[in-house]
């Protein structure tokens, strides 16, 4: 998807903001950007240089207690950081991600909390 400087501005503006105000959105938003910049090192640019998305912004989701969040915002990570090592730098530099976090969905008896632990990983 290739999106014009001025829509993308608007999109990131308005689900950043989400992202830091509404905390029961807070997964999906990450989930949404994650896939909005997937291998687009120029919107993954946009995002976190013009509009200040961090990386800390998903990473204190990895302790929810809400298992399903906990596990989505792996998953947003995940695809924030696909083939790109330098989003994995910047992943890693803002906090720490041990596989202590997905050991229970490694050893869940739910298929799809397996696969997607597996992914993560």
């Known amino acids: 998807m290739e999106l014009c400087g001025c829509a993308a501005h608007r999109i990131f503006s308005q ?7 509404i905390p029961p959105e807070v997964v999906e938003v990450a ?20 509009e200040g998305f961090n ?9 929810s207690q809400d298992k399903d969040i906990c596990l989505r915002a792996g998953y ?3 695809l924030f950081a696909f083939n790109n090592r330098f989003q ?13 976090i997905f050991e229970p969905f490694l050893a869940s008896t739910i298929e799809t909390e397996k696969a997607m632990a597996a992914f993560q990983v």
């Open 15 to 21: 689900l950043l903001q989400i992202l830091r105000d």
């Open 31 to 50: 989930f949404s950007l994650a896939c909005i910049v997937l291998r687009n090192d120029l919107l993954q640019y946009e995002l976190q240089e013009k």
């Open 55 to 63: 990386y800390d912004d998903v990473l204190y989701l990895l302790h």
């Open 76 to 78: 947003a990570l995940t």
């Open 88 to 100: 994995q730098y910047l992943i890693l530099e803002s906090g720490i991600m041990t596989i202590s």
